[in-house]
């Protein structure tokens, strides 16, 4: 390695301190966007071993590799890492840190310390996860949901997770207040609501959910440790409490988290399909208020998780009309999407394979949500492994693969290097398939009737179940393919400009990897749509 | 344009975010209270009435009179009176520390009368009293924290301002650090009546 | 990006306002222990609610931000106020 070259110009080479403390004690987002790339991609890889492990388990009736109490720790933990560690962090806090602030023409996020802190809170919600697998009680076994009584009750280490739980949430409103700030106060000259990319949009709506009902989680897992210290009843009937309204609480949090989710996937997906359509997003205006409908709609439709519960009729039919109306602006994206295709010069690129996959499994996710949503079919499906499968097809096949998309769209743009694009493609074939097969499965089998979170099952089920762990193994080596392959990119792939892709957006008129302050020395003046394609040229890599 | 450029409309405008989260923090327990109250009428009332209405009023006073103190403070800064300022904020923590005082008081009383969560007393009073007790400890322990915390931001800002550091070009923490104070006013602007007044 | 500052609010009506404070805190009391049903809890919140708004917008100078500080306060509002109702929605029809 020759000394005067560096491997990755730009902020990499920049920076007011050296070595390692010039990451741990950076303020730039783009340093933290990295460092919340690295960890939460190393916390992914860690919640699928768990996953395949559940699914070796499951490949045939009774025991196989472990005994039913690590089985239950075990879909716990995969539940927590993913949800927490991974999906609700992974586009917003690694690709919007990365990102928000170039797309709107800044030099960085309002609040840049605080951008630090967040990542310090993630770090310690990870140590914190981790101590509780591997300590006294041993790993929790309530489900990520940690329902009551059983989560009050269990002797595991629930104290531990919901502590952990508690610091990601409060890293993640930290970031929820750091972008709505920074989209109202930092846009550039030039830089008004009509001309922001439908990304930014995204994380908007996205940062206003994490500030209004993540506390939510906060005080309901707040409420569970009391429980666990005081024994005070709250929600034990005989003492006057109520467990329903745990879920209630846990979940007027954990419903507009999905969207958390999925707003910022379904951003990636209208950066990237722009881009390798060359034309104009479809109906600018329309995907940007649908984001804000879905953040609001998102907000009213919780209940849809508790028909079985025990609450009442009325309830039953009001949350079953109103989550209804959340497909409505999902739906108008899915169109909108498609219709950006039409007489487009379509380039079949691999960050537009992973787009256009998410197009087909997040639609088949979602149709299965009106199947979950309609209270008759739910009371059939509630609680079987339909939800497991439809739940994945929504955050896999639609969050996972627009971060897989995100990744190999933008990893060029900051690390100045591309990788080689036919294994990412054949990587992406084998987890298109891996996927269908695994969770398509999923889903027959739970409406012919298997439970979920069920370690055993009946003999009528083994088959399906059979080929959904094989499916696992195909998704997990389209897994190593692609991380192998974009690993080898980064590390000496070939370099590239500023514009490899011939995108529009403000990111790609800057160096790859980005300088620090983003922009040159003077502050950057908008007078274009971020969908304007006319004179752009990509650049040859 | 360098990154050390200062926007204070921006950074109050993230405190107001942050309130926001706070508020939702609470609400949680108050929706608890709205549905146990529903559920339990005559029961509230009666444990109403074992709260000491006088500790309660006395401490509504403390915290409105304390949320006046730390809005002159800041008029006083921007007007250039910085030891003025410093004696508003100083007197401030006073009064958040004569709020946890009297805290300290009227809860060893009920502890001691075995009136606390968990306790087998309290349980022995039936479910509607117990509920209204568990609510009260952990609203109002959630609401001492955060006296607790600030009065400690209020004390740093009571620091520099006597090191200068807060003055009237500079007052972004002494405003945050207000607006956070008000917060901690506006819960229990709630949590007394609803806690104390019941009939 | 010069932001102005604001011009520091008299201690007059500050004064005013916490003595406003205290008077509908004695209210507050005064109210309560009148029998009135179920409209006890109503006018308690409804005079919580004036404090509040008295706190809010001169006590926190709401009064003098922009237009948008209060449109976000709106919202906050209007979503505290979906989950308490639609949370009723079931606790009601048990």
């Known amino acids: 390695m020759n000394e005067a070259t560096p491997r990755y110009g730009g902020f990499f080479a920049e920076s007011p301190r050296p070595g390692i403390l010039g990451w741990l004690l950076s303020t730039d987002h783009k340093r933290i966007g990295i460092m919340y790339l690295a960890c939460i991609t190393s916390m992914f890889i860690v919640g699928v071993c768990l996953g395949l492990a559940i699914r070796l388990e499951l490949i045939a009736p009774g025991p196989t590799i472990m005994g039913a109490q690590t089985y239950n720790a075990t879909f716990t933990v995969h539940g927590v890492i993913m949800i927490f560690l991974f999906i609700i962090p992974s586009i917003p806090a690694a690709f919007?840190?990365?990102?928000?602030?170039?797309?709107?023409?800044?030099?960085?996020?309002?609040?840049?310390?605080?951008?630090?802190?967040?990542w310090y809170f993630y770090i310690s919600g990870a140590i914190l996860a981790v101590i509780a697998i591997f300590s006294g009680g041993g790993a929790p076994d309530t489900g990520w949901t940690f329902y009551v009584p059983f989560s009050t009750q269990t002797t595991t280490n629930v104290n531990l997770a919901v502590t952990a739980a508690f610091m990601l949430g409060f890293s993640s409103i930290l970031t929820g207040i750091n972008f709505v700030t920074t989209i109202h106060r930092l846009r550039a000259e030039g830089m008004h609501w009509g001309r922001l990319p439908l990304f930014v949009w995204t994380l908007y709506a996205t940062a206003w959910i994490q500030v209004l009902a993540t506390p939510m989680l906060g005080i309901t897992l707040v409420l569970v440790l009391l429980e666990r210290l005081f024994g005070a009843g709250l929600f034990d009937a005989a003492r006057g409490g109520d467990p329903i309204l745990f879920q209630h609480l846990f979940w007027i949090y954990s419903h507009p988290a999905v969207y958390i989710m999925i707003l910022p996937g379904m951003g990636v997906i209208s950066e990237v399909i722009p881009t390798f359509a060359r034309k104009p997003l479809f109906g600018y205006w329309a995907m940007a208020l649908s984001s804000l409908a879905i953040a609001f709609a998102g907000s009213l439709v919780w209940a849809h998780h508790m028909y079985a519960s025990g609450m009442s009729d009325m309830a039953i039919m009001i949350f079953s009309l109103l989550t209804f109306l959340v497909a409505i602006p999902s739906a108008i994206k899915v169109f909108n999407w498609v219709s950006t295709l039409y007489k487009g010069s379509i380039q079949l690129a691999p960050p537009m394979l992973f787009a256009l996959s998410f197009i087909f499994l997040f639609s088949i996710g979602g149709l299965g949500g009106l199947a979950l949503g309609a209270a008759a079919s739910n009371l059939h499906l509630h609680d079987t492994t339909f939800v497991v499968g439809h739940f994945h097809y929504t955050m896999f096949g639609g969050t996972g693969f627009a971060f897989f998309a995100a990744l190999h769209y933008w990893l060029p743009k900051f690390t100045g290097r591309m990788y080689d694009h036919k294994p990412a493609v054949i990587a992406w074939a084998l987890l298109f398939v891996g996927f269908n097969i695994t969770y398509m499965s999923m889903q027959a089998v739970g409406i012919q009737g298997m439970p979920r979170r069920y370690y055993d099952y009946l003999p009528e089920f083994?088959?399906?179940?059979?080929?959904?762990?094989?499916?696992?193994?195909?998704?997990?080596?389209?897994?190593?393919?692609?991380?192998?392959?974009?690993?080898?990119?980064?590390?000496?792939?070939?370099?590239?400009?500023?514009?490899?892709?011939?995108?529009?957006?403000?990111?790609?008129?800057?160096?790859?990897?980005?300088?620090?302050?983003?922009?040159?020395?003077?502050?950057?003046?908008?007078?274009?749509?971020?969908?304007?394609?006319?004179g752009v040229v990509a650049d040859e890599y | 344009m360098s990154i050390e450029h200062r926007d204070d409309t921006g950074d109050r405008f993230g405190m107001w975010l942050f309130l926001y989260t706070e508020v939702i923090l609470f609400s949680g327990l108050f929706i608890l209270y709205a549905v146990s109250l529903y559920k339990f009428p005559e029961q509230f009332g009666e444990a109403s009435h074992k709260l000491n209405i006088y500790f309660g009023t006395i401490n509504t006073l403390v915290l409105l009179t304390s949320s006046l103190t730390i809005a002159l403070a800041l008029s006083a800064i921007r007007m250039g009176r910085n030891k003025q300022s410093l004696v508003l904020c100083l007197t401030t923590i006073g009064l958040a520390l004569l709020f946890l005082i009297n805290k300290y008081f009227e809860w060893s009383a009920e502890i001691g009368h075995g009136i606390y969560p968990g306790s087998a007393q309290l349980a022995a009073m039936g479910p509607g009293i117990t509920t209204f007790f568990n609510l009260y400890y952990f609203t109002a322990g959630l609401h001492g924290l955060h006296v607790l915390i600030g009065a400690s931001l209020i004390g740093v800002v009571a620091v520099l301002t006597a090191r200068g550091r807060v003055s009237a070009e500079r007052c972004g923490l002494l405003e945050n650090s207000a607006l956070y104070w008000h917060l901690v006013d506006l819960v229990w602007i709630f949590l007394f009546p609803l806690y104390y007044l019941i009939l | 990006m010069s932001e102005q500052q604001h011009e520091p609010v008299p201690y007059r009506t500050f004064i005013l306002t916490w003595l406003a404070l205290l008077i509908l805190t004695t209210i507050t009391v005064v109210v309560s222990r009148i029998e009135l049903g179920a409209l006890n809890i109503w006018a308690a919140l409804a005079i919580a609610s004036l404090k509040s708004s008295l706190v809010i917008f001169v006590f926190m100078h709401l009064k003098q931000e922009s237009k948008l500080f209060r449109v976000c306060l709106l919202v906050m509002l209007v979503i505290l106020a979906i989950f308490i109702g639609l949370t009723f929605f079931d606790v009601l029809y048990r």
């Open chain 1, 462 to 534: 083994h088959t399906l179940n059979r080929v959904s762990t094989i499916g696992s193994w195909i998704l997990a080596v389209g897994l190593i393919v692609m991380f192998v392959n974009l690993w080898r990119g980064i590390r000496g792939g070939r370099r590239v400009g500023n514009n490899p892709w011939g995108a529009t957006t403000l990111e790609w008129q800057v160096p790859s990897p980005p300088p620090m302050e983003n922009f040159g020395a003077q502050d950057p003046v908008v007078t274009k749509g971020p969908y304007d394609f006319k």
């Open chain 1, 96 to 118: 919007g840190n990365l990102l928000l602030p170039i797309m709107i023409g800044a030099r960085d996020v309002s609040f840049p310390k605080l951008n630090l802190l967040s």
